[in-house]
């Protein structure tokens, strides 16, 4: 790689990261599902990075825009298990999406992608849930996290929909922008690529 697309892509991942950084602060719970879930758009840059530039260049967004995130706001617990929870879910939903669309190169192959992020982020964040992040979080905020019929029941009830509904709304806002942009992203994978 030449020193000339090496800062171009510098500069584009860091450019997606701030964006995806500012699309952090316009989130919005969801109705019937607890107020400390909310969804935004954050992950979307990382998508474009991811097939722009491959898997390492959007989990740098996510990585960035959370280390933005803790550093401005911090975390109520002291420890950024929030944003750490963040972090691995768009990852979750980034790398299947990235790695079947490389395979399959059409709109339907990003369609697949972005369903399997989706299943792959609700699925694996419900039991990263359960067994590292709720615990993590009443540890550090010193309160009893309840049974494990409480904790399961908020986890099917409230974090699995949420991540179902949260990937939907993604896929969707990145579908259209996909549209809009496929011209030029094919433009950019093939000039990447020979």
Same mark, same amino acid.
Request: no cysteine; net charge positive; proline share 5%.
């Given at each position: ?28 719970? @969801? ?15 990382? @998508? ?5 530039? &491959?898997?390492?260049? &959007? ?30 879910? &768009? ?17 339907? &192959?990003?369609?697949? *992608?972005?369903?399997? *992020? ?23 905020? #010193? ?14 009830? *409230?974090?699995?929909?949420? #991540?179902?509904?949260? *990937?939907?709304?993604?896929? @969707? ?7 809009? @942009? ?13």
């Amino acid at each position: 790689m030449n020193q000339r697309v090496r800062i171009k892509k510098m500069v584009t991942v860091g450019m997606l990261s701030g964006i995806s950084y500012l699309l952090m602060w316009l989130s919005f719970p @969801l109705p019937l599902l607890p107020p400390y879930l909310s969804v935004d758009f954050s992950d979307v840059p990382a @998508l474009l990075a991811a097939i722009l530039f &491959g898997p390492v260049a &959007g989990i740098t967004v996510e990585a960035i825009k959370n280390l933005l995130h803790y550093m401005v706001q911090g975390s109520m617990t002291g420890v950024p298990v929030g944003q750490l929870a963040n972090f691995t879910a &768009g990852v979750l939903f980034i790398l299947p999406t990235y790695y079947i669309f490389k395979k399959i190169r059409t709109t339907k &192959g990003l369609g697949i *992608g972005l369903a399997a *992020g989706t299943i792959s982020m609700a699925v694996i964040m419900s039991i990263l849930n359960y067994y590292i992040f709720l615990p993590a979080f009443a540890f550090f905020l #010193n309160i009893d996290s309840g049974s494990t019929s409480v904790v399961i029941k908020s986890i099917v009830y *409230g974090i699995l929909p949420f #991540n179902i509904i949260k *990937g939907l709304i993604v896929t @969707l806002l990145f579908l259209l922008l996909y549209k809009k @942009l496929s011209f030029w992203l094919d433009r950019q994978w093939n000039m990447k690529n020979v």
